[in-house]
């Protein structure tokens, strides 16, 4: 990166307050008011060297402390039910001191990329190993339900307390270039980001040989461009090769692009990539 983690980690975190939502609401769990949080009045460095995941869940930790609606209570708790079997994780568990409420928050970002077929979208993320649908079932399924299938498993102090399940999830959808509609899937916020995504060897037709593209690093990922003006950015050729999906910033439309390797999505994956 060529700027400062002082820059990148302030744009994460107001773009965990003001981004808008990947998902509406779930019968499992609503989504969380994320307008309601509170950015810290002092600079918080986060460690931009490591998983996207983990980062987003430091810097929601820094921005719950700094919230004076929320008290934190415990971040990551796990359930077993015996040693070295772990059933899940419960991201945090969050007090709302306005109503009182206990708020079990399941948190995640992601990036999908629209990928129409004759019978319909499939939505794979930039590691085609990952996909939306199957991301959905989880939080359905398992995720947002941890508290109701196994209260007795959680620490002895909030057994006896109700406690609701909501879900933070913020992030992308990329439409193909060529795309004879935009993607539709059940659940997707309709007012969440968009961009759009094309091939490598589709880069020199679409933007030009003369464009100006920029590669947004992986922290940056989850924060929309006007979050991010102002950054400078390093530059990518159209030429350059590549062997995983790339996010860019380009002059020619203000919206953010993944360019993907030619064979995506099949036999594409990387395990850097969320």
Excluded at 5 to 12: G, P, R, W
Excluded at 41 to 63: C, F, H, M, R, S
Excluded at 176 to 195: D, I, Y
Aim: net charge negative; glycine share 6%.
């Amino acid at each position: 990166m060529i700027h400062s983690s002082d820059i990148v980690s302030k744009a994460l975190l107001q773009s965990l307050i003001e981004g808008p939502l990947l998902l509406d609401d779930l019968p499992e769990g609503a989504a969380f008011p994320s307008d309601s949080l509170v950015a810290p009045k002092e600079a918080t460095p986060l460690n931009l060297e490591q998983k996207l995941g983990y980062l987003y869940e430091d810097a929601l930790a820094v921005i719950l402390e700094s919230t004076p609606r929320y008290d934190p209570l415990e971040r990551g708790i796990q359930i077993r039910r015996e040693a070295g079997h772990t059933l899940g994780e419960l991201d945090f568990l969050v007090r709302d001191l306005t109503s009182g409420r206990l708020i079990h928050l399941e948190l995640a970002v992601k990036f999908y990329l629209a990928v129409e077929t004759e019978s319909g979208f499939l939505l794979p993320g930039p590691d085609a190993r990952d996909n939306y649908f199957r991301k959905l079932d989880k939080l359905r399924s398992h995720q947002l339900i941890l508290v109701d299938k196994f209260r007795d498993l959680l620490p002895e102090k909030f057994r006896d307390e109700e406690i609701v399940a909501q879900q933070l999830v913020q992030g992308c959808i990329f439409n193909h270039v060529n795309a004879s509609r935009p993607v539709e899937a059940k659940f997707l916020n309709p007012k969440g980001r968009r961009g759009k995504w094309l091939h490598a060897e589709e880069c020199a037709d679409y933007f030009g040989e003369n464009a100006l593209l920029e590669i947004v690093p992986k922290p940056l990922w989850p924060v929309p461009l006007e979050i991010m003006e102002g950054v400078q950015l390093e530059k990518w050729k159209v030429d350059d090769g590549m062997d995983r999906c790339v996010m860019v910033r380009s002059d020619v439309e203000n919206l953010p692009y993944f360019i993907a390797p030619n064979g995506y999505p099949l036999n594409t994956h990387d395990s850097r990539a969320q």
